[in-house]
């Protein structure tokens, strides 16, 4: 049983950044792949980026490409989701998600409550 708890969330202007963080709970947080997904009012949640269980390697969603960088630090259990050149469109909730296979897939095994995220113009 993992437990994952975001934060970092907030409001900020439109090209500002901010750096989302995840805490996952257990001594077994470097055998999941971790990823971060979001949801927009109204839309379906979607995939941000992902991370494999070293963090050798790194995927994002074609929207956040150039712009948001996941790491993760398995010595202190977490996983980072920075965020820069923020756009309008990047207003969601942020969900940190934990995977047992190499990747996170589109439907994780485990679920963080979730952190807002908006951006004003």
């Known amino acids: 049983q993992v437990q994952l708890v975001e934060s970092g969330g907030g409001l900020v202007q439109a090209g500002g950044s901010l750096r989302l963080s995840c805490v996952a709970s257990?001594?077994?947080?470097?055998?999941?792949?971790m990823g971060w997904f979001r949801q927009a009012p109204g839309k379906e949640r979607e995939f941000v980026a992902g991370?494999?269980?070293?963090?050798?390697?790194?995927y994002y969603a074609n929207s956040v490409k150039g712009r948001f960088t996941i790491s993760r630090d398995n010595a202190k259990n977490t996983v980072y989701l920075q965020m820069n050149s923020l756009k309008l469109e990047d207003t969601a909730v942020y969900y940190c998600a934990a995977d047992s296979g190499i990747v996170v897939t589109t439907t994780p095994r485990y679920w963080g409550q979730g952190t807002q995220v908006t951006i004003s113009s």
């Open positions: 257990g001594r077994t947080f470097s055998s999941y792949a």
């Open positions: 991370v494999t269980r070293s963090g050798g390697s790194t």
